[in-house]
């Protein structure tokens, strides 16, 4: 059973930093799509980040490239969020998503594609 659990969010200043983590645990496969997204109050799910097992490749959307940062550690299941500069339309539920299986090189930040969801954590930003 795998299971995502997502943690860090919180209240922040505009221009400030968040780093929210992905705990994992339950799969065994090697080849992975693991990704961040988020939904706004009144807002569709959308794509932040994603990352693929094969080759560390990353896909940002536009409007957090350059703020935002994924990483992972392989050696405790966890994958990570690095929010700078934050801004208030960054508020919104941010949910951890994974997909087992071999995938292109950039793994979609389309939402339907995702298999595994964690429950979520509330960033919310104040100007």
């Known amino acids: 059973q795998v299971q995502l659990v997502e943690s860090g969010g919180g209240p922040v200043a505009a221009g400030g930093s968040l780093r929210l983590s992905c705990a994992a645990s339950?799969?065994?496969?090697?080849?992975?799509?693991m990704g961040w997204f988020r939904q706004g109050s009144g807002k569709e799910r959308e794509g932040v980040v994603t990352?693929?097992?094969?080759?560390?490749?990353?896909n940002y959307a536009r409007s957090v490239n350059g703020r935002f940062t994924i990483s992972q550690d392989n050696a405790n299941n966890t994958l990570y969020l690095q929010m700078n500069t934050l801004r208030p339309e960054d508020t919104a539920m941010y949910y951890c998503?994974?997909?087992?299986?071999?995938?292109?090189?950039?793994?979609?930040?389309?939402?339907?594609?995702?298999?595994?969801w964690g429950q979520g954590t509330q960033v919310t930003v104040s100007s």
């Open positions: 998503a994974a997909k087992f299986g071999t995938w292109g090189a950039y793994c979609s930040l389309v939402a339907s594609g995702y298999d595994y």
């Open positions: 990352l693929n097992s094969n080759g560390g490749f990353t």
């Open positions: 339950g799969y065994t496969g090697r080849d992975f799509c």
